[in-house]
């Protein structure tokens, strides 16, 4: 008896931890952050992070979950799954994965030919042990190695790849760096410290306007007062037929 679409199970999870160590945790999570914000005011980039893709329909046995993965003309929102068939027949255009520590060779040779099979355009492999950044572009069907990747910058993505003493560096077209949590939450405080300053700035020139303005009008009186005293004696010089102005 042939099996009905409604009748196959595609599962949310492939059972798998979404990483192996904080260091690759840590990576995963700046970099699909980082594409987020990159992508963040268009609404037809979807971009997630350990989600399971099923690029067949009717095979839930064919799956690959990216560490980050970009599908552009997708709409953003949540989903259990990305399946593939159900979304225009979309596939993610750029794949990220961080390399764990026990990952065997033979796991990503499998990864890149899933991903070349299934239509990635750019495929990106950092392995943190190694400070080594590996990239593959789609060329005529099928995903080239790219050489060299140091200053690399995505077609689609159009972000620039670095290795720096610390490990990778992902840089914007406006050239800000991928942040991690923690740098965002210390760039965050020094914003919030240096607006507290340029307020206190502005707040004690406005103080010394004020002052300023206070003396002014305190000399103004003070003019007033004179002009007012000089008209008054020279009123009274005037009742004693004295002419002021020949004094």
């Known amino acids: 008896m042939q099996v009905t679409n409604e009748q196959i199970i595609y599962p949310s999870s492939d059972g798998q931890p979404m990483a192996d160590s904080t260091i690759?945790?840590?990576?995963?999570?700046?970099i699909k952050e980082g594409c987020e914000s990159l992508f963040k005011n268009d609404p037809n980039v979807f971009i997630a992070a350990d989600l399971l893709w099923y690029p067949v329909q009717g095979r839930p046995d064919i799956s690959q979950a990216p560490d980050t993965m970009v599908i552009f003309g997708?709409?953003?929102?949540?989903?259990?799954?990305?399946?593939?068939?159900q979304e225009d027949n979309i596939a993610p255009q750029v794949t990220f994965e961080i390399r764990s520590h026990n990952d065997r060779q033979a796991k990503m040779y499998k990864k890149l030919a899933f991903y070349n099979r299934y239509g990635v355009e750019e495929y990106y492999l950092y392995d943190p042990q190694n400070n080594?950044?590996?990239?593959?572009?789609?060329?005529?069907?099928?995903?080239?190695?790219?050489?060299?990747?140091?200053?690399?910058?995505?077609?689609?993505?159009?972000?620039?790849f670095e290795l720096g003493e610390d490990g990778l560096e992902i840089y914007r077209p406006d050239g800000q760096r991928f942040l991690s949590y923690a740098e965002l939450e210390e760039q965050g405080e020094l914003n919030r410290q240096r607006a507290e300053q340029e307020s206190q700035r502005a707040e004690q020139e406005s103080q010394r306007a004020e002052q300023e303005s206070q003396r002014a009008e305190q000399a103004s009186q003070?003019?007033?007062?004179?002009?007012?005293?000089?008209?008054?004696?020279a009123a009274k010089l005037r009742e004693l037929n004295i002419d002021p102005d020949r004094i």
């Open 222 to 233: 003070r003019a007033e007062q004179e002009s007012q005293r000089a008209e008054r004696l």
């Open 74 to 85: 997708r709409s953003k929102g949540d989903r259990r799954s990305y399946m593939q068939f």
């Open 132 to 160: 080594d950044l590996s990239g593959w572009q789609r060329i005529e069907g099928n995903l080239e190695i790219i050489e060299p990747m140091e200053g690399w910058i995505s077609p689609r993505l159009g972000v620039r």
């Open 24 to 30: 690759q945790y840590k990576l995963i999570v700046t």
